[in-house]
């Protein structure tokens, strides 16, 4: 999945979350995002939550 993907779907899901610090939590990662390369997210391991 590409940092646009990630990006794309976080914000489609943040109008779902109803706890507010998930919601800060989802606005941080999506500013990271922004403001990280292609190249640095590819560096990256996620791993999906249980």
């Known amino acids: ?4 993907e990630v990006f ?3 914000n489609r899901a943040i109008k779902y979350l ?3 610090s ?3 939590l ?3 990662v ?3 995002l922004k ?3 292609d190249e640095e997210f590819a560096g990256l ?3 999906a939550a249980e």
């Open 1 to 4: 999945m590409s940092r646009t």
């Open 8 to 10: 794309q779907n976080s």
């Open 30 to 32: 999506r500013e990271r």
């Open 18 to 20: 109803e706890d507010d």
């Open 26 to 28: 989802s606005e941080r």
């Open 22 to 24: 998930l919601k800060e």
């Open 45 to 47: 391991e996620i791993v």
């Open 35 to 37: 403001c990280m390369t």
